[in-house]
Nanobody, 129 residues
Framework: QVQLVESGGGLVQAGDSLRLSCAAS???????????MGWFRQAPGKEREFVAA????????DYSDSVKGRFTISRDNAKNTVYLQMSSLKPEDTAVYYC???????????????????WGQGTQVTVSS
């Protein structure tokens, strides 16, 4: 099984940057690189939405239109960690951000929430105007 723990959230002003981290603990023979990883977010009263994803190999990434050009997803397979670098933050980026993992996705990414087997507890990001 996989346990995911997010960190790095906080309160920032519009235009600021923030980096989220997600550390994975894997209790199986699978390596971290066999897991595709994604970031999702959920604002109050809204559905959880896709933000960004990276394949296990780190060669493929994908972003939602709302964050493309401002956010960057990356991973360090040696540290079992995935990152979300957020720049030019806007008040509409305010949400709880969740890290998610999907086994058997070394090459491709996924935007589909239900395809992710493992989820972290979330970290709050608040952007003030």
């Amino acid at each position: 099984q996989v346990q995911l723990v997010e960190s790095g959230g906080g309160l920032v002003q519009a235009g600021d940057s923030l980096r989220l981290s997600c550390a994975a603990s894997i209790a199986s023979l699978r390596t971290f690189s066999s897991y595709g990883m994604g970031w999702f977010r959920q604002a109050p009263g809204k559905e959880r939405e896709f933000v960004a994803a990276v394949s296990g190999s780190a060669r493929s990434t994908d972003y939602s239109d709302s964050v493309k050009g401002r956010f960057t997803i990356s991973r360090d397979n040696a540290k079992n960690t995935v990152y979300l670098q957020m720049s030019s933050l806007k008040p509409e980026d305010t949400a709880v951000y969740y890290c998610a993992g999907d086994s058997g996705r070394y090459t491709y990414t996924s935007r589909i929430r239900d395809e992710y087997n493992y989820w972290g507890q979330g970290t709050q990001v608040t952007v003030s105007s």
